[in-house]
């Protein structure tokens, strides 16, 4: 059997470095190239040092978890004891997340038949599995695996930042109540100008079963204005309630939004709740959120005010 230490060097170094990249971004710490490389070559030598017989006894679990405290000092230094332990244990989920990735991949792609061959029987009498991942495979699948752990990291992290800004939104309209998941928009400062009413935007789809069928689908290619000199009250008993709200889009002209005048709003964020009266809902034609997260924009006005008594009437 030949084997080519060089290579076998420069993928351990890669496959270092990205394990230590991954581990400075996942802990938000400032990345410093020349150290990551120097923490990378350190390890990358010891993987060379299986060839050598005469260090066999270092390939034991204390030399091991010290090399690893070793690398992380050379990357990231020590600031203090609890930032260090942290990257220890970002470090060491890091490449059991890759470790399980690519065993995961590896039986994924195998057939019945090399998982039997590869079964041994032991003399206890019991089995065994013998495991055999190619060099080539492991550097191939190492870096998709990463990539794909960083992707669902960064998801989860977005997703954690954007629920603190989603509450539930409750809007009723003569009897008929509608709920969704609503986006607090602290950079929405849409009024009705005439009023100074503020306007929370919802998916007009959430209204579909109570708007003229002449509607639908015509909200989001259409202009508001037209659509309310074709209503009149016996088509549409929410008449006296349509309002023309006038606003200004990203990248477009002035236009018109279509707005209901609800008889009351109830707005949760935070575990708080909040009644509103003086407020209107403009209907968008289009999808707020791509992935459902909310279907609804709550105006910052909407999150203040007096909490709603709870039942009973006992504040």
């Not at 060839?51 to 679990?61: A, G, I, K, N, R």
């Not at 010290?66 to 990357?75: D, E, P």
């Not at 639908?216 to 000199?229: I, M, V």
């Not at 609800?262 to 992935?291: F, N, Y």
Request: hydrophobic share 50%; aromatic share 12%.
């Amino acid at each position: 059997m030949v084997v080519y230490i060089d290579l076998i060097f420069a993928a351990n170094l890669l496959i270092d470095a990205a394990l230590l990249w991954l581990t400075g971004w996942m802990i938000k710490a400032r990345i410093k190239w020349r150290r990551l490389c120097l923490s990378a070559l350190v390890g990358a030598l010891y993987v060379v040092m299986m060839f050598v017989p005469e260090l066999s006894f270092m390939y034991t679990f204390l030399i091991k978890f010290g090399l690893s405290v070793v690398m992380l000092w050379v990357a990231f230094g020590y600031p203090s004891l609890q930032s260090f332990l942290r990257s220890m244990g970002a470090f060491y989920i890091i490449n059991f997340a890759a470790a399980g990735g690519i065993l995961g991949v590896h039986y994924l792609l195998q057939s019945s038949g090399d998982i039997w061959n590869g079964i041994l029987y032991t003399t206890a009498g019991g089995y065994a599995y013998r495991l055999k991942i190619g060099f080539w495979f492991v550097l191939l699948i190492l870096l998709p695996v990463l990539y794909g752990y960083r992707a669902v990291h960064s998801s989860r992290a977005r997703r954690e930042k954007l629920e603190a800004y989603i509450g539930t939104v409750q809007v009723e309209i003569e009897g008929v109540t509608v709920t969704c998941s609503g986006l607090l928009d602290t950079g929405n400062r849409l009024y009705d100008p005439l009023t100074k009413t503020p306007v929370m935007v919802m998916e007009a789809s959430l209204w579909e079963a109570y708007l003229p069928k002449e509607w639908k689908g015509r909200l989001s290619r259409e202009g508001a204005d037209q659509l309310l000199l074709e209503t009149d009250g016996q088509s549409f008993g929410w008449q006296d309630r349509l309002r023309l709200v006038p606003y200004r889009g990203v990248n477009r002209g002035a236009s018109f939004m279509l707005a209901l005048k609800p008889d009351q709003v109830a707005v949760t964020l935070g575990g708080e709740t909040v009644l509103h009266r003086k407020v209107l809902i403009g209907l968008d034609g289009g999808t707020l959120s791509g992935d459902g997260a909310y279907r609804a924009i709550i105006h910052p006005d909407l999150a203040q005010g007096k909490p709603a008594a709870p039942p009973g009437g006992v504040a």
